[in-house]
């Protein structure tokens, strides 16, 4: 599948620290929610834990919508939606250990599948198929 962030968009995402993510209640309504992401190889990453709404909504309906938006006027934002899947388990540690260092700004000892296990993480993993309400960016 082609990357559908444009170079300057993907820069964006990477110098934004947090955005709202957006996942479908099981009434067909939306929740949303203020969140710090990873962004890797034109996928989004988000830490969440698996019992929360938005883990349980990405298990059951496999998709997400998640929108960015400047601190500084004219305020540039954007928004794209795509796949999703919960990753639990082995091969999440480092993952969820570049998302805290986001969170908290500070890096310490890597953590470990076990520790993340312990500690009820999962991930979000989220595919970018559509951008949309784009805004302040150059062509």
Do not use: C
Not at 56 to 69: C, E, H, K, N
Not at 120 to 136: D, F, H, M, Q, W
């Amino acid at each position: 599948m082609t990357e559908v962030l444009t170079p300057a968009l993907a820069a964006f995402l990477e110098a934004t620290p947090v955005g709202v993510l957006g996942v479908k209640r099981k009434d067909g309504t939306v929740h949303q929610s203020l969140v710090y992401h990873l962004v890797r190889d034109g996928k989004i990453y988000i830490s969440t834990e698996p019992t929360r709404l938005k883990g349980r909504a990405i298990v059951r309906d496999g998709w997400a919508s998640y929108a960015v938006r400047g601190d500084a006027a004219p305020y540039p934002a954007f928004s794209v939606e795509g796949p999703a899947t919960l990753l639990q388990g082995e091969g999440i540690a480092e993952l969820t250990s570049a998302i805290f260092l986001k969170i908290f700004g500070k890096a310490g000892d890597p953590l470990t599948d076990d520790q993340v296990r312990a500690m009820n993480r999962a991930v979000i993993e989220l595919t970018p198929e559509k951008v949309y309400a784009v805004s302040y960016f150059e062509a």
